[in-house]
């Protein structure tokens, strides 16, 4: 019982690690999200991952909510599971790799509440631009965790760069380094062109630690350090809406209901648009599911460790193959 109960406490820190929250009202309810992250699915083929929205609510016991990507399309949740103290976590069945601009979020017999995303924080020298996209998987056992980010590096000079995953560090709260046991082949940048988003994966975690920044040539005199509460900020209105626009002039296009996969066969084809009272022996069959999920990939993330680990003499320079959507103003982060 306490692994299970640590098991969700760890999962909520690196969710509310990730950013600062963002919160809006409609003078009697308020909507807080302290953070999101992403879990990919069993199926490694799979297109699509889970996006889970760490909120909090008050002022009101329920609310509805839609989350609306770059392209304007609504994605509702496939999944509600509630915490304590009005704090619940909220399942999205989105695409890999997917932004958002905004999440509405309708109280129980209130107004919509519209609240801009995250904008996809970045930091630069006169070298390169790295921007981060934040926790894509955690892994958590009995006595470490692992953690997977998502980044992309920009070249920003006239000569070529090469970025390996020995380029980064990540940093808990008290500065300890962690450095990449896992992730892509070195990589050759040619002048002002930038990277495909890239994974690097750290293990061997204090199950203590929570991670605060990520750091680019650590400890060098041109060091780049994201700080993930101070630099996740939100999307400005005229990212949001457009130069000309205003909240309610937004316009987007519904897209299906999610249906997240479950080991529950009485649930796989069953939407949730709205919060449903979960039975005690429902959350304890979900809890111990996730528990067991997080323990096998922790378990084949530690196996493939000797084949994913970068060459330390840094002689691969091959280019990753998922290519990233860069064409849109909230892609590039501008």
């Known amino acids: 019982m306490r692994l299970i109960v640590l098991t969700l406490l760890l999962a909520l820190a690196l969710g509310t690690a990730q950013a600062t929250p963002l919160q809006g009202g409609d003078g009697n309810a308020t909507v807080v999200l302290f953070g999101a992250t992403r879990t990919p699915l069993e199926d490694e083929n799979a297109t699509q991952e889970i996006l889970k929205v760490d909120v909090g609510l008050m002022g009101t016991e329920n609310a509805t909510y839609q989350l609306v990507d770059d392209h304007n399309n609504i994605y509702l949740p496939g999944l509600y599971k509630p915490l304590s103290s009005g704090k619940q976590l909220i399942y999205f069945l989105v695409p890999k790799d997917s932004l958002f601009k905004l999440i509405n979020a309708t109280p129980e017999s209130g107004k919509p509440i519209r609240i801009n995303w995250w904008a996809t924080p970045k930091g630069s020298n006169d070298r390169m631009i790295l921007r981060y996209y934040g926790i894509t998987d ?168 000797d084949k994913q680990t970068p060459d330390t003499n840094g002689t691969a320079n091959s280019t990753s193959s998922n290519a990233s959507n860069s064409s849109s103003s909230i892609s590039t982060g501008l």
């Not at 920044?213 to 400890?219: E, R």
């Open 138 to 305: 955690w892994l958590i056992n009995p006595d470490e965790q692992g953690i997977v980010v998502q980044v992309r590096v920009q070249n920003n000079g006239t000569q070529k760069l090469i970025v390996s995953p020995e380029n980064f560090t990540l940093l808990d709260q008290w500065g300890w380094p962690y450095r990449p046991t896992l992730g892509f082949d070195a990589e050759t940048i040619e002048p002002q062109k930038p990277t495909s988003r890239v994974l690097l994966g750290f293990t061997g975690i204090s199950l203590l630690s929570r991670p605060v920044a990520l750091a680019y040539d650590y400890g060098a005199s041109n060091q780049i350090v994201i700080l993930f509460e101070r630099d996740y900020v939100p999307l400005s209105d005229e990212l949001v809406y457009g130069a000309n626009a205003t909240k309610s002039a937004a316009s987007v296009v519904p897209a299906p209901a999610a249906v997240l996969p479950t080991s529950n066969p009485a649930a796989q084809n069953v939407a949730v648009p709205a919060p449903a009272n979960e039975t005690k022996e429902t959350k304890k069959l979900s809890i111990k599911d996730k528990l067991a999920a997080s323990k096998a990939r922790l378990a084949a993330t530690k196996v493939s460790l």
